[in-house]
């Protein structure tokens, strides 16, 4: 097979493989994971059952494709929040901000992220090898942010004394206060108090401030 060839049957592929990830994030969408069949995403993405499953073997392969997706649009807000401040502090602030639009944009992305750990117990090696790499290179700009910080003087060095467990702090405590909106409080808990924007506000406030200088 001659070389362009092979790389547009390659790009063919690849393109029909990202369709059928389209197809299902619609069709989960619509309907759910669970009452969504191979039939439901074959017929949405216009291809035949049989061809689905040259694919992905099954829903649960769609899904860790899915998976992915969103390490890689998390990992890209992450970097583009980066690019937007000059200081440490103000990149993790940005990337505070970047972290709350995820969840609001993309929901299904976050949700996707959230049981990640689960859905991703299965995948073949080269599926979790890029998935951990996703996951590396967005602490790396997390940790780069706070090693800046360090160094430009917007953060205390006598609180943080690894920059590795602190960017695992401020993402936990984020995401957690983000799961409590989603899950825990309820419209009336917030009518007449404070809006879901603004605790997430406030919550980064105070997880900047508990590290600033």
Known sequence: MSEPLKTRREK???????????????????KGYERTSMDDIARTAALSRALLYVYFKDKAAIQRGIVLRAGHSLCRRFEEARQTADTGL????????????????????FSALTTASTTMADADDELAGEMFGCKAETMELMVGAIHLGLEDGTMNRERIHNPVETALYLRGALHGVIMLCQSEITESDLEGNFSEESLIRHTMEMLTSSISS
Do not use: C, H, T, W
């Open 12 to 30: 063919e592929k690849q393109a029909r493989y990202e369709s059928i990830l389209d197809a299902a994030e619609l069709v989960f969408s619509e």
């Open 90 to 109: 103000a990149q993790i602030s940005a990337m505070g901000v970047a972290y709350y639009n995820f969840y609001r944009e993309q929901p299904d992305y």
